[in-house]
């Protein structure tokens, strides 16, 4: 008998998103910033997962999840304003169908960062208009695949390209206007309000939600600045837009990653003073810290008091197949996400990120996150250390 049982039920997954998995998004406003030379590489084919897809469906059979998150490309479904492409939409029916047999449940996100370009250059979320262009994208989805997917997510961490794209100027469309950032909020707030309606409205016994990256801000040893600061900081990471729409959430949706401690530091600051700390040892320079999984739970579980699944949790390596690191995160935020199923916290599923290495966005093909290796040139899936260490997790549904 092994260690750390799961209950029952619990569903084991893992994550990808389209842009930068499936390749070949020509009409993307994010293949747009690409050609603008704004990102450290070009997405091209990617993982060539919208042609590789039945190998890479083998793949979690043998991994042996009962879940899994994948988004669905709205450049690729709706190229042009009002005309969706029947060929996009039989193919993603095809998918879930796929998934459907194989007795693994679709967590399907609708948007995950890319629009299509024409949205982008005739609304973006700043417009008003674009709430109503959205909605109309979340209904003709939902119409066409809804009776296959089993949970929505609507939004991929809204705080994020809502951030870069509106005060940064990193993503698209690359504002730095506050005035525009907070339109942006109000209307994607809205937006996912009215999707969350729409969905019910047709599919009424539907799990809707978001997805929230929810890192942990702590303050512990700092002074007063810094406990200001990391308070502003994990308000406008989560706050700010989970309270807009606390009303409209089937489920709570967390991505996890570190700590997010911020400092005060004048002399090496990277914003206004402050910069977050760091650990020279990660290729992002990211902190891992496991407990922070079971301090983010307990505090959405008191705040939201919603069923909860971890939809992202993962770490960039460039370890190769024996990713001992990976092996040992993965133990280590299970270990503490076990403790919340302990004290109570309804935790219904846990989603590793990524299944493949994939585009990682400003920092391109660098950061490798699988639990499976992507050899770029040849695009063969080769599976990690990580991937059987997992595999055997969900099989004892157990942690040893
Ligand atoms: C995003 C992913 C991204 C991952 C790792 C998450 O915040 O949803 O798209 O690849 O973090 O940076």
């Known amino acids: 008998m092994s260690g750390y049982p799961y209950p029952k039920n619990f569903l084991w997954g893992t994550s990808i998103s389209s842009y930068q998995t499936e390749g070949g998004n020509l009409s993307s406003d994010w293949w ?6 704004k990102t450290q590489d070009k997405s091209g084919q990617a993982c060539d997962y919208w042609n590789r897809w039945p190998n890479d469906h083998d793949l979690l059979s043998e991994l042996g999840v009962q879940a899994f998150r994948f988004s669905l490309e709205w450049s690729r479904l709706e190229p042009k304003e009002g005309e969706f492409s029947q060929i996009a939409l039989a193919q993603y029916r095809e998918m879930l169908e796929d998934l459907k047999r194989r007795g693994i449940k679709s967590i399907v996100t609708l948007w995950h960062w890319t629009s299509p370009l024409w949205f982008q250059k005739k609304y973006g979320f700043h417009r008003r208009e674009a709430v109503a262009v959205f909605v109309k994208y979340v ?11 089993d949970i929505f997510v609507v939004v991929n961490e809204p705080m994020v390209p809502l951030g870069e794209g509106y005060l940064t100027g990193n993503f698209p469309p690359g504002y730095r206007s506050p005035l525009r950032f907070w339109k942006a909020l109000n209307n994607l707030a809205q937006a996912y309000r009215k999707a969350y309606e729409k969905i019910h409205a047709l599919k009424p016994e539907a799990q ?6 929810y890192n942990w801000y702590d303050a512990q040893g700092g002074n007063w600045l810094e ?6 900081a994990l308000g406008f990471r989560v706050n700010w837009f989970m309270e807009k729409v606390k009303n409209q959430q089937d489920f709570f949706g967390i991505d996890y990653y570190r700590l997010g401690k911020i400092k005060f ?14 650990d020279e040892k990660n290729i992002m320079r990211w902190v891992t810290y496991p407990e922070g999984i079971f301090r983010v739970l307990s505090t959405a579980w008191e705040k939201y008091h919603l069923p909860i699944y971890v939809l992202e949790n993962g770490l960039p390596t460039n370890e ?31 989603c590793y990120w990524s299944l493949l290495d994939n585009y990682e966005w400003l920092s391109g093909y660098q950061m490798r ?8 040139a040849t695009l063969a899936r080769k599976p990690r250390k990580s991937f059987y260490a997992y595999k055997e997790i969900i099989k004892n549904n157990s942690l040893i």
Request: aromatic fraction near 8%; include cysteine.
């Open 208 to 213: 809707v939600g978001l997805s929230c990256l």
């Open 320 to 350: 190769g197949l024996e990713d001992q690191e990976r092996v040992n995160f993965i133990q280590e935020h299970l270990k503490c996400l076990r403790k919340a199923l302990e004290s109570g916290i309804d935790v219904r599923g846990y």
């Open 139 to 149: 209904e003709r989805v939902t119409k066409e695949l809804g009776d296959l997917i």
């Open 265 to 278: 530091d004048p002399q090496n600051s990277t914003y206004l003073g402050f910069r977050i700390v760091e």
């Open 32 to 37: 747009d910033w690409e050609k603008k030379g």
């Open 369 to 376: 996150f699988g639990l499976v290796e992507i050899d770029y």
């Open 227 to 232: 406990k200001v600061a990391n308070k502003i």
